[in-house]
């Protein structure tokens, strides 16, 4: 955990002054909507549906129990006791007044944390890999470099204006779990052959209507160069990004309009221009990196005897062992994953007792760190082996023990039309219904890793098209239909799904995904997951089995 | 006089303009003006031989590239907002300052609101035409907002990693 000086406190009360005048301003009239809506944007305050909705930066998924139990008492203050987890790894409270706004504001500066362009066509929260500082597949620490962005795109004088949004994500080890080729811009952490540091930078990714794999555009960047480089790509998107319609003014956009040399040498022209004024000189990026809390680790065996009998003597914690732990670059820790993906609940969704119970295991257990993923769920990143038992169980009395991560329910869903203005259609109950299907873990551990994704309209918040099964609300003459694709991934092996036919109605999408496994598995051969087998014998077969079933 | 605002060494105040905005159908008028980048282009020489100070209004959609080599002779730079929400002006002022080390002024004219004071100063904006009826307490308390900056930029500002140095 990054701990905040005395410069980043003043910049939030700074940052929480400047937003309570703005509302002030718009209570009394003196600002429009039209006026006020950027302003808000920029404040993560969105209007929905129903309410006002707060999106919550959560700086690269990073969180300490303090921070998780502020949450915890704004969702049960000002909220209906719940909040949601995103896909950016943010958290959204979906029942907000405006003229609570400015004081809920407050209290997350109160434990450094903020909303600061968390919405609007600015910078967004940066993504970095989950499993940063516990994991011994990284490079180096991705969270070092993320906070370096964080503070430089914070308010940039330049940046804050852009043709549409900007996302960032840092990810340091070969097994990418930031989606990084589906951000405007993916950093990908090496090292030269002579041990240099460095960043691999991929530009363009990215979902809504028309979704693009980001594509390379410099192989090694020295990593002390990070800055500057993106200020270089950030002002050529700033100028020539278009901004005539609102559809096509993503990076993604320019970068496909020019073709990926073209853009990258545009970048490398302004960025050669520009020099290095940007940059962090070694003492602040040395600085950044020592304001991380150091975590000490005992020296233990790589094998519990604690944890091992209870591998024996309760196959419910066997089954979360296998599911939902990871291994730790240090012997006798493991990385626990904590699903927020219970069967019959809505996706990314806590309630505040459940942040509660999160926030007292990873200060008793877990050295109080706590990580949100880009899937919707948490992480303690370093639990001993031998606490994971005691771990388990109270995870198991606050419901929090679904054994399921990365299979078949462990399902990606957009808040749909139960919340969003956008949404054509519910992604929450169809997240619900096939999760339903598969509640057998039996059943789901035999499918194996299976990534479904749902969003509730083309903005893809669901990020419906790198699912292995993505699935797409429609409007059809006011009737909620869904369009299914198959073979997307998020992941280092990014690819955009492809069509499976028709749209199906609401009530036979469950039944479809589980046409979809069912040949599936009689088509698999050994060791592929779904998406292996998808990509060997292509559409043809699911295509068959469920429109065979459905008409 | 139409009235605007000038920021010199840190201090905003209020000034009377000597420029005359003149639109490209418009015959212009004696004194100071601010033409249009294609009119510039055309009438710029003889405009500047009469011994008057010459100012170019630049388009959102232009390059600030374009006024490279006659940056030394120009009064003002005057960038164009058509909304507040087009930031591309946010870079040409940058460029004006940073890369061609352009010393005159440099206005913000359009839809010019006092949220973007900050942003404006910090790119090297010094005159503003406000659209909002800000005052001038307005656009001051507005652009001093913040204590600290993250990055370094057009102004004289430390950025925060350069005072955690000191």
């Known amino acids: 955990m990054y701990r905040y000086d005395s410069i980043d406190k003043d910049f939030l009360a700074d940052r929480t002054a400047e937003f309570r005048e703005q509302v002030a301003r718009r209570l009394a009239g003196e600002l429009s909507e039209d006026q006020f809506k950027p302003l808000r944007l920029r404040n993560g305050l969105y209007l929905q549906l129903h309410a006002y909705m707060l999106r919550i930066a959560v700086p690269y998924g990073s969180l300490n129990p303090t921070q998780l139990r502020k949450l915890a008492w704004i969702g049960r203050t000002y909220d209906k006791g719940y909040g949601h987890f995103t896909t950016r790894t943010n958290l959204q409270f979906h029942w ?4 609570d706004a400015p004081d809920i504001v407050d209290h997350l500066a109160s434990v450094d944390m903020h909303a600061i362009q968390t919405s609007g066509n600015c910078i967004r929260n940066v993504t970095a890999d989950p499993y940063a500082g516990a994991t011994s597949e990284e490079i180096d620490d991705p969270r070092v470099w993320a906070e370096a962005i964080r503070q430089w795109s914070t308010v940039h004088p330049e940046f804050n204006w852009l043709p549409r949004k900007f996302k960032i994500a840092v990810t340091a ?22 041990g240099a540091l460095g960043f691999e930078v991929m530009v363009g990714g990215g979902l809504g209507r028309m979704p693009y794999i980001g594509q390379t555009i410099r192989q090694f960047l020295p990593a002390t160069r990070l800055l500057s480089y993106l200020e270089a790509i950030l002002r050529v998107y ?43 000189p070694d003492t602040e990026l040395a600085r950044i990196r020592g304001a991380f809390v150091p975590k000490s680790f005992e020296t233990l065996p790589s094998v519990s005897e604690t944890f091992e009998a209870a591998r024996l003597r309760t196959p419910a914690f066997a089954r979360f062992a296998r599911n939902n732990l990871k291994p730790h670059k240090v012997a006798g820790y493991a990385i626990v994953e904590i699903s927020l993906k219970a069967i019959g609940a809505t996706p990314g969704d806590a309630t505040s007792e459940q942040m509660e119970v ?78 339903e299907r598969f509640a057998d873990p039996d059943r789901a551990e035999l499918v194996g890793e299976l990534k479904v994704k749902i969003s509730g309209c083309i903005n893809a918040c669901g990020h419906h098209h790198v699912g292995h099964i993505g699935i797409l609300g429609v409007d059809k003459k006011g009737e909620e239909f869904y369009q299914l694709t198959l073979g997307g991934s998020a992941a280092e092996d990014a690819a955009v799904g492809q069509a499976l036919g028709p749209a ?48 | 006089m139409p009235m605007f605002i000038r920021l010199e060494a840190g ?151 350069v005072e955690r140095g000191e």
């Open chain 1, 96 to 99: 907000i007044k405006l003229s």
């Open chain 1, 173 to 194: 080890a070969a097994k990418d779990r930031t989606a990084a080729k589906t951000h405007d811009i993916g950093l990908n952490l090496k090292r030269s052959r002579d």
């Open chain 1, 238 to 280: 700033n100028r020539h990004g278009r901004r005539d319609n609102i559809h096509k003014a993503r990076i993604k956009v320019l970068v496909a309009a020019l073709g990926r040399e073209e853009f990258a040498a545009q970048v490398e022209a302004e960025w050669e221009k520009n020099g290095a004024g940007a940059d962090l």
């Open chain 1, 358 to 435: 999160v926030a007292d295991l990873a200060e008793r257990f877990g050295q109080n760190d706590i990580r949100v993923t880009h899937e919707q769920n948490l992480v303690l990143p370093h639990v001993r082996l031998d606490d994971v038992p005691a771990v388990w169980a109270a995870l198991a009395e606050a419901g929090l023990a679904t054994p399921n991560m990365n299979l078949v329910s462990d399902i990606i869903a957009c808040p749909g039309l139960d919340y969003c203005a956008l949404a054509n259609a519910r992604a929450i109950s169809v997240a619900q219904h096939i999760a």
């Open chain 1, 504 to 551: 199906l109605p609401y009530d036979k999408v469950a039944e479809a995904v589980d046409t979809l496994v069912e040949t599936y598995l009689r088509e698999r051969q050994s060791g592929e997951r779904f998406l292996d087998t998808f990509r060997r014998t292509g559409v043809a077969p699911f295509k068959e089995a469920v429109y065979a079933d459905v008409h």
């Open chain 2, 11 to 161: 201090v905003f105040s209020l000034a009377e303009d000597p420029f005359t905005a003149v639109g490209d159908e418009q015959s212009v008028p004696p004194g100071d003006v601010i033409i249009s980048l294609t009119r510039f282009q055309a009438e710029g020489e003889a405009l500047m031989g009469e011994g008057r100070a010459v100012g170019v209004r630049l388009e959102s959609h232009e390059e600030v590239e374009a006024l490279a080599y006659d940056l030394p002779q120009l009064a003002v730079v005057a960038l164009a907002f058509p909304k507040f929400g087009d930031g591309r002006a946010y870079s040409y002022a940058r460029l004006l300052r940073e890369r061609f080390g352009f010393r005159g002024e440099v206005r913000a004219v359009g839809d010019v609101l006092r949220e973007q004071a900050g942003y404006m100063a910090r790119c090297g904006f010094t005159a503003f035409e406000p659209a909002d009826g800000s005052t001038l307490e307005d656009w001051r308390r507005a652009s001093q907002r913040f204590r600290h900056a993250y990055q370094r930029s057009s102004d004289a500002r430390s950025p925060a990693f």
